[in-house]
């Protein structure tokens, strides 16, 4: 079954409106009335930290969800569910993030979003919507039919005389991570945020980018991380590859996890060139490959 606009164009609005209930009930929950959990095999405290909220947010949002995944005969994969493996027999399947960025959440900063993509069978990414509980704001991408922000239609436009890199906790403690600095100066640094953010914060910022180095271990950096943004960067105007320029596998069949080939975002195809460019050298360089 292929999904024609209209149908992708109706589907994005209600992915829109289930994230939008799911970003108050965010919005209205007091981080200190969570009891925090830690997930097993997790790598860093980002990855780790799950609490209540999250799977109260995602059933919601599956509820919200529900209709379409019968009357579309949609797959489902959310980051607080077991994978049912439906993604690999349906022609499309929703995925959710109900809270990327926990840990900001946690501490009371900045840098977590509600996060629902549409992807298909091949691991193209069809409907991308983030929205932040914190300022309200609203992204809403549609393969081949744009982007628009808060309801109207937006595409980044450079504005910065530095380029804009955006980072998690654990790329800004890299070893290698100053290097690339220095390989794209002038530049400057935004605070860590959760994936969803740092690409939503990237697009207002252009020209600006977003990259992590491959890592063999699991823990972070899953489909569900960068499903959404995938889409709404390209509509936007950016473009998002794995550290080798290959297309994000936003269907993976041996693993949910992401982060073993890397991948770098940028607002336009002539940085995108240059950042991955050199993000790979030092990369390649450092690691023998």
Same mark, same amino acid.
């Given at each position: 079954?292929?999904?024609?606009?209209?149908?992708?164009? /109706?589907?994005?609005?209600?992915?829109?409106?289930?994230?939008?209930?799911?970003?108050?009930?965010?919005?209205?929950?007091? %981080?200190?009335?969570?009891?925090?959990?830690?997930?097993?095999?997790?790598?860093? *405290?980002?990855?780790?930290? &799950?609490?209540?909220?999250?799977?109260? &947010?995602?059933?919601?949002?599956?509820?919200?969800? #529900?209709?379409?995944?019968?009357?579309?005969?949609?797959? &489902? /994969?959310?980051?607080? #569910?077991?994978? #049912?493996?439906?993604?690999?027999?349906? #022609?499309?399947?929703?995925? &959710?993030?109900?809270?990327?960025?926990?840990?900001?959440?946690?501490?009371?900063?900045?840098? !977590?979003?509600?996060?629902?993509?549409?992807?298909?069978?091949?691991?193209?990414?069809?409907?991308?919507?983030?929205?932040? %509980? *914190?300022?309200?704001?609203?992204?809403?991408?549609?393969?081949?039919?744009?982007?628009?922000?808060?309801?109207?239609? +937006?595409?980044?436009?450079?504005?910065?005389?530095?380029?804009?890199?955006?980072?998690?906790?654990?790329?800004?403690?890299? %070893?290698?991570?100053?290097?690339?600095?220095?390989?794209?100066?002038?530049?400057?640094? +935004?605070?860590?945020?959760?994936?969803?953010?740092?690409?939503?914060?990237?697009?207002?910022?252009?020209?600006?980018?977003?990259?992590? +180095?491959?890592?063999?271990?699991?823990?972070?950096?899953?489909?569900?991380? !960068?499903?959404?943004?995938?889409?709404?960067?390209?509509?936007?105007?950016?473009?998002?590859?794995?550290?080798?320029?290959?297309?994000?596998?936003?269907?993976?069949?041996?693993?949910?996890?992401?982060?073993? *080939?890397?991948?770098? !975002?940028?607002?336009? %195809?002539?940085?995108?060139? *240059?950042?991955?460019?050199?993000?790979?050298?030092?990369?390649?360089?450092?690691?023998?490959?």
């Amino acid at each position: 079954m292929k999904l024609s606009t209209e149908n992708l164009l /109706l589907l994005s609005e209600l992915a829109l409106s289930v994230a939008e209930q799911a970003a108050e009930k965010i919005a209205e929950t007091s %981080p200190e009335s969570l009891e925090v959990e830690c997930k097993a095999g997790a790598v860093s *405290r980002a990855s780790e930290v &799950v609490s209540q909220l999250d799977r109260d &947010v995602e059933g919601l949002i599956l509820e919200g969800l #529900s209709g379409s995944i019968d009357d579309y005969d949609l797959g &489902v /994969l959310a980051e607080e #569910s077991e994978d #049912s493996q439906a993604r690999f027999e349906k #022609s499309y399947f929703w995925c &959710v993030d109900p809270l990327d960025g926990t840990l900001p959440f946690l501490e009371g900063k900045p840098g !977590y979003a509600v996060s629902i993509a549409l992807i298909d069978r091949e691991g193209t990414p069809w409907i991308g919507v983030g929205v932040d %509980p *914190r300022r309200g704001d609203k992204f809403r991408g549609v393969r081949g039919a744009g982007v628009q922000l808060n309801g109207r239609d +937006f595409s980044g436009e450079a504005g910065n005389e530095k380029l804009a890199v955006l980072t998690d906790r654990s790329m800004a403690k890299h %070893p290698l991570f100053q290097s690339c600095l220095e390989a794209l100066a002038p530049t400057q640094i +935004f605070p860590p945020a959760g994936a969803v953010m740092n690409v939503l914060n990237m697009l207002r910022e252009a020209p600006a980018c977003y990259f992590k +180095f491959p890592k063999p271990e699991l823990g972070g950096g899953s489909i569900w991380d !960068y499903a959404a943004t995938a889409c709404i960067c390209t509509e936007a105007g950016g473009v998002v590859t794995d550290l080798f320029g290959d297309p994000l596998d936003l269907n993976r069949k041996d693993s949910t996890f992401m982060n073993h *080939r890397g991948f770098v !975002y940028a607002t336009d %195809p002539e940085l995108h060139a *240059r950042v991955r460019g050199e993000v790979e050298k030092i990369w390649t360089g450092a690691s023998g490959e």
